[in-house]
């Protein structure tokens, strides 16, 4: 998944960008509300963590302009202020979430699991045929049998289950999953996307190549036969 991390406090900025890397999220980072406002405009992003405080425009405007914009990525606002009405102010502006500093690392990476489960089912489990993906427990299975998957491997299983049906380009799931431009000459993608079908999909019915394009992930009844 790929967010945009808007945030001037420099250490804060180094140790997010770090840990939410480690857990397999693609970051950009902007400094001040200016250059936030036009990267979350200009770019595709699941999230936006999101300052109060910052310099050349506030995040409260931020926020508000891109609603008013009519762009609804869930946004998740970051601040040092603390009062009842402080809150209210940022929700009412349209933020989706609200986290006050100092917080704990952990429970910032459960709010953005809750927010990017919002935009995908009502439930924290969605299946493609006999494969589950639990968002919550962050655990696949296959015919009710839990499967191991890495975190990068998760994370790949992940953004195609959030496109079902969908025909997946290779640069795109470099863009969101790996956070780097694509290199046609890498098979880094294609050796993921082998990973997951000898653990979840050897027949390839449900995971599927269309050939010169990328990847697909479908039910089987829907499949075609540009198969991998």
């Known amino acids: 998944m790929r967010l945009l991390l808007i ?3 420099k ?5 997010l960008r770090k840990g939410l890397r480690e857990e397999s999220y693609a970051v950009d980072v902007a400094t001040n509300g200016k250059e936030g406002l036009e990267l979350a405009r200009a770019g595709h992003y699941d999230l936006v963590i999101l300052d109060i405080s910052l310099p050349l425009l506030d995040g409260l405007e931020v926020c508000r302009t891109l609603r008013l914009e009519g762009n609804l990525t869930p946004i998740l606002m970051l601040t040092a202020r603390d009062r009842v009405e402080d809150r209210v102010k940022g929700l009412d502006t349209g933020a989706d979430d609200y986290l006050v500093k100092p917080f704990s690392f952990d429970e910032l990476l459960a709010r953005i699991r809750a927010l990017l489960r ?8 969605i299946s493609c045929g006999p494969i589950r993906l639990n968002l919550k427990t962050r655990r696949a299975s296959r015919d009710g049998r839990a499967v191991e998957l890495t975190t ?9 289950f959030r496109h079902p049906d ?3 380009s290779r640069s795109r799931i470099a863009d969101h999953v790996w956070d780097f431009p694509y290199d046609s000459e890498s098979n880094v993608i ?28 479908c039910d089987r009844s829907q499949a075609s036969g540009n198969h991998g």
């Open 118 to 125: 919002r935009g995908v089912a009502a439930t924290d489990e």
């Open 11 to 15: 250490r804060l900025v180094a140790f």
């Open 7 to 9: 945030e001037d406090e």
């Open 152 to 160: 990068r491997e998760f994370s790949l299983l992940e953004f195609l």
């Open 166 to 168: 969908e025909v997946i």
């Open 190 to 217: 294609d050796v993921f996307v082998n990973r997951l079908r000898s653990k979840l999909d050897p027949d390839h019915h449900y995971l599927t190549t269309v050939r010169g394009e990328g990847y697909r992930l």
